[in-house]
């Protein structure tokens, strides 16, 4: 079955530490996106992509960087210049220009600070 | 940036009853959407609305894309336990021919009366 898989499910992050997370897609998408959700918070971009070796900051780039090496994933970096990490992040991917309102999610991963 | 206005922030709904809620914005959208995310999964497009006026329905499910493109509003007829979620409205607006990304609202969160 095609979809969107993020890995790790939970994820735990020292001070200083920089931890990637995950993301694949083999819906065939040229489209993917990373969202950053806090509690009682709608979904904030972060850092999106259209096309395999481009990317463009969402509206919290700060802190995060990203790759688009294959078509297939997506992986997103937390920084240690990321002070306030804690939140549930998603992953999304939709097929691309002229139909990129429909957004496929992963089912996310929890980061939390130790 | 834009923002949206979603509404109510959260309710609790009995078995086999309606349900609304709305979302409104300061600006015109092109397409609007809406979203249900079940707890610790990543969200599931319900519906998509494309012209001003439309009224579209999935099941139990109507949405409407508001006269004015500033609102839209979903409508959950006879509810069942499995409705309980989260429900997030979007927003799209094309610039030059390209389609803008979506702006999500915070939010309904719907649960069971007690």
């Known amino acids: 079955d095609g979809g969107i898989t993020q890995s790790p499910k939970y994820l735990f992050r020292k001070e200083g530490q920089n931890v990637t997370l995950s993301c694949e897609q083999n819906l065939n998408h040229d489209a993917m996106y990373w969202y950053r959700q806090d509690p009682g918070q709608g979904l904030r971009l972060i850092y999106y992509s259209q096309i395999v070796n481009d990317f463009q900051k969402g509206d919290i780039a700060e802190g995060y960087s990203v790759s688009r090496e294959k078509k297939e994933s997506f992986p997103l970096t937390v920084t240690s210049a990321q002070k306030n990490p804690t939140a549930f992040y998603l992953c999304?991917?939709?097929?691309?220009?002229?139909?990129?309102?429909?957004?496929?999610f992963g089912s996310g991963t929890q980061l939390s600070v130790l | 940036g834009q923002q949206l206005n979603q509404s109510p922030q959260s309710m609790f709904i009995q078995e086999g009853e309606d349900v609304s809620m709305n979302c409104t914005s300061s600006?015109?959208?092109?397409?609007w959407l809406w979203y249900k995310q079940d707890p610790g999964e990543g969200p599931v497009l319900l519906i998509a609305l494309y012209k001003a006026g439309e009224l579209t329905s999935n099941g139990r499910l109507t949405a409407q894309f508001g006269i004015t493109r500033k609102d839209s509003f979903l409508n959950i007829s006879a509810s069942i336990p499995s409705d309980v979620g989260i429900y997030f409205c979007?927003?799209?607006?094309?610039?030059?021919?390209?389609?803008?990304?979506?702006?999500f609202g915070k939010g309904t969160k719907l649960s069971v009366k007690p």
């Open positions: 600006s015109i959208f092109n397409t």
């Open positions: 999304a991917s939709s097929p691309g220009q002229g139909r990129n309102e429909k957004l496929f």
């Open positions: 979007a927003g799209q607006l094309w610039y030059g021919g390209s389609q803008g990304n979506l702006i």
